[in-house]
C-alpha cells in the first residue's frame, strides 16, 4: 500500500493513526512526524580533499559482540574456516576499535554496506551489497541504535561516517520478491538476463539499443534483481530511504555502488534530491569505466557530453588513477603512466573531488599486484596522500597487507579478517608489539603521512605541478598561488640507487 501524504508549511510533529478496512478486520498504522533534532554542522558534513578516507569491511575489521555471531532465524551464521562466509566482525568490533583508527589520522569511514542481507549460505552476503531489508543494519552487525551510536563515536573524534548504498539491484531474498508491489518493480531477468557490465554502453553515442539496455535492465548476478527506477513508486521509496536513513543516523556522506547501471536520470534526479535538503553533504558514485573520458562523463560539469546528460555527481571513484598507480609501481617501471593520466585531468570540470585509491574490496591487495614489494606500497601511500583527489585508503594496506590465499579461491583472499579483532587471534595488528617488521614501518609512515596531512592545506587545495619522469624518477609540486605561500615537493625515485635530479 502506498499512501502519499501533502504535508501544509506549518505541520507541527506528531503521530498520525491510519486505519484501513479490510474483510478480516480493520487495521491500522501509526506514523510519527518527527521533529528535526540533528543540529546543522554535526552530520550530513559531506566530505573534501581535506579528508583520508578508510574504507571498511565491518565482517572483517573486529568482532566485538560474538553473541550476534549466528541469528537464529537468519540463513548464514559464521564459518572462520571458510574465506569467503561470514567472519563476525560488527559495529561493535569497530567502536572498540577507533582509537586505532583515530590514532592513524584517518578523518573518515566508509563502510560497506550494512543494510539486513539474509542471503543463503552458499551465495554468502558478508560483503552487504544484496540487501533483504533497506531500512534494517543487518542484526549480525548490530542494531540500527548500535549504528547510530557508532556514528555519534566517530563524530565525537571529528571522524566522519559515508555509508555504502546500492539502488541498482537488492537481493533475491528480499521480502519483495514474494509479492513485488508493482509488476514492473523489477527489470525481467526473462527479457534481460544478466547485465553485460560494459560501462561505456551508457554513454556510448553509438551503442545498440539492446546493449544499453542489457546495461542498464540487466541483473547484477542471478541473485541480486535489478531495480526498474523508472517505477516512479520505487523511485519515491528509494529517494525517501536515503533522506531518512541521513537525518536517522546522522551519516556525512554516501558512495553509490554500482552508479552507472541504474537508470541515468533518475540518478541524477537523486543527486539532487539528496542535495537540496542536505547541501553540505557528499556522494561518491562508483565509475568503474575502461577510460578516463568515460570517467569524467559522471561528473558534472563535464563537457563532452553528446546527450545532454549531467549526473550532478561532485566526486567520483578514480578508477584510472588505481590503474597508473599499480602499473607504475610494477617491476620498478616508473610513473609515466601515472603522469599521463593527469594530464587528462582537462576533462573534469574539478578533479580534484575524485576519489583516489591503490586498492578496494573489488581488486586484489595492492601489495599482491605490485608483486609483494611493500617498500612500492609505502612510495605509492605517499602519492596517495599528496596528489591531488580525496585519498581512500583500504583496510590493512596501511599495513602492507597482501591477499590472503589465491584468487581461484575468491574475493575472501581479499578481504581477510584484521589479527586481533577476534578473542582467539594469537596476535593483534592494533597493538605494536604484535606487528611484523614490515607492518610496523608501513604503518608508521603511513600515520606520520596522515597526521600531517590534517594541515597541510597546500596538500588539501592547492595547485599540481608535475614533471616528465625521467630515469625512473617523477618530481611533482603542491603549491599555493599567492604571495610567501607553502609548497610540497615530492620525489619519486623507483630505481635501486640514488639519483641525482640535477
Request: charged share 25%; aromatic share 12%.
Amino acid at each position: 500500500v502506498f499512501q502519499t501524504l501533502d504535508l501544509a508549511p506549518d505541520v507541527q510533529p506528531g503521530t498520525l493513526t491510519f486505519r484501513f478496512d479490510h474483510p478480516d478486520g480493520a487495521l491500522t498504522h501509526a506514523y510519527e512526524l518527527r521533529p528535526r533534532t540533528r543540529q546543522p554542522g554535526t552530520y550530513a558534513q559531506g566530505f573534501s580533499s581535506e579528508d583520508v578516507i578508510y574504507l571498511m569491511m565491518p565482517d572483517r575489521f573486529a568482532n566485538g559482540d560474538v553473541a550476534n555471531d549466528s541469528i537464529p532465524g537468519y540463513l548464514e551464521g559464521v564459518d572462520r574456516s571458510d574465506v569467503n562466509a561470514r567472519q563476525g566482525g560488527d559495529m561493535r568490533g569497530v567502536i572498540a576499535r577507533l582509537d586505532y583508527l583515530d590514532d592513524l589520522g584517518l578523518t573518515a569511514i566508509w563502510f560497506t554496506p550494512v543494510f539486513e542481507n539474509d542471503m543463503t549460505p552458499e551465495y554468502g552476503a558478508y560483503h552487504g551489497y544484496a540487501a533483504t531489508d533497506m531500512y534494517a543494519i543487518d542484526p549480525r552487525f548490530g542494531t540500527n541504535d548500535e549504528f547510530i551510536e557508532l556514528v555519534d563515536a566517530c563524530h565525537a573524534r571529528g571522524m566522519k561516517v559515508i555509508m555504502d548504498m546500492i539502488h541498482n539491484h537488492v537481493g533475491d531474498r528480499h521480502w519483495w520478491m514474494a509479492d513485488p508491489p508493482t509488476s514492473d518493480w523489477f527489470n525481467s531477468w526473462e527479457e534481460y538476463g544478466q547485465t553485460n557490465s560494459v560501462g561505456a554502453a551508457a554513454l556510448d553515442p553509438y551503442a545498440s539499443d539492446s546493449d544499453r539496455d542489457r546495461l542498464l535492465n540487466g541483473w547484477f548476478v542471478r541473485e541480486m534483481p535489478d531495480l526498474n527506477q523508472k517505477n516512479e513508486l520505487l523511485a519515491q521509496y528509494l529517494l525517501q530511504k536515503t533522506v531518512w536513513w541521513i537525518e536517522h543516523s546522522g551519516i556525512d556522506g554516501i558512495r553509490m555502488d554500482t552508479y552507472v547501471y541504474p537508470d541515468k536520470d533518475y540518478m541524477a534526479r537523486w543527486v539532487d534530491y539528496v542535495m537540496a535538503e542536505f547541501p553540505t553533504f557528499n556522494i561518491v558514485g562508483e565509475a568503474w569505466l575502461q577510460r578516463t573520458a568515460h570517467q569524467a562523463y559522471w561528473q558534472t560539469g563535464f563537457e563532452g557530453h553528446t546527450d545532454g546528460y549531467d549526473a550532478r555527481l561532485r566526486s567520483v571513484t578514480d578508477f584510472q588513477v588505481h590503474y597508473a598507480l599499480v602499473r607504475g609501481f610494477q617491476d620498478h617501471s616508473s610513473l609515466f603512466e601515472l603522469y599521463i593520466q593527469l594530464s587528462q585531468d582537462y576533462l573534469y570540470d574539478h578533479p580534484n573531488d575524485l576519489v583516489t585509491f591503490l586498492d578496494n574490496h573489488d581488486v586484489p591487495r595492492y601489495r599482491t599486484q605490485v608483486g609483494g614489494d611493500a617498500a612500492a606500497v609505502r612510495m605509492a601511500l605517499a602519492v596517495l596522500l599528496t596528489t591531488r583527489g580525496i585519498p581512500q585508503v583500504y583496510y590493512g594496506t596501511e599495513l602492507a597487507f597482501e591477499n590472503d590465499g589465491d584468487e581461484a579461491l575468491g574475493h575472501g583472499v581479499r578481504r581477510q579478517t584484521m589479527p586481533g579483532g577476534w578473542p582467539d587471534d594469537d596476535r593483534s595488528v592494533f597493538e605494536a608489539a604484535d606487528r611484523t617488521p614490515e607492518e610496523a614501518l608501513t604503518v608508521e609512515h603511513f600515520r606520520a603521512l596522515a597526521q600531517w596531512r590534517k594541515t597541510a592545506e597546500v596538500v588539501h587545495d592547492g595547485r599540481l605541478t608535475q614533471f616528465v619522469p625521467r630515469n625512473g624518477t617523477y618530481v611533482y609540486f603542491r603549491w599555493e598561488d599567492e604571495p610567501n605561500g607553502d609548497a610540497v615537493m615530492v620525489v619519486v625515485n623507483r630505481n635501486d640507487e640514488p639519483y641525482d635530479l640535477g
